[in-house]
Nanobody, 123 residues
Framework: QVQLVESGGGLVQAGGSLRLSCAAS????????MGWFRQAPGKEREFVAA????????SYADSVKGRFTISRDNAKNTVHLQMNSLKPEDTAVYYC????????????????WGQGTQVTVSA
């Protein structure tokens, strides 16, 4: 089983930046991909970004392309989400998740989830 620990959420003004981190741990780490999803009040949980671990292949939602960057640190089994040029519409609870296989754009694919971290962007 994979355990995920998130950090880095907070309150920022529009145009600011935050860096989220998600550390994966367990007896063995064999996740196919790690991803970030977000959920705002009254909204469905939506895909933000994901990375296929071994291949270092990334995917992004159209709404965050050019602003967010997902990356991995193999030594620490950690995935990061660098969020720049934040907008009020980015406000949501952000969840880190691990998938054991494809496809990576759907929340149902992911078997393990972090606790969620609040990101609030003020206008």
């Amino acid at each position: 089983q994979v355990q995920l620990v998130e950090s880095g959420g907070g309150l920022v003004q529009a145009g600011g930046s935050l860096r989220l981190s998600c550390a994966a741990s367990g007896r063995t780490f064999s996740a196919y991909a790690m991803g970030w999803f977000r959920q705002a009040p009254g909204k469905e949980r939506e895909f933000v970004a994901a990375i296929i671990w071994s291949a270092d292949i990334t995917s992004y939602a159209d709404s965050v392309k050019g602003r967010f960057t997902i990356s991995r640190d193999n030594a620490k089994n950690t995935v990061h989400l660098q969020m720049n040029s934040l907008k009020p519409e980015d406000t949501a609870v952000y969840y880190c998740a691990a998938a054991m296989g494809p496809p990576i754009l759907y929340s149902a694919t992911y078997d393990y989830w972090g606790q969620g971290t609040q990101v609030t962007v003020s206008a």
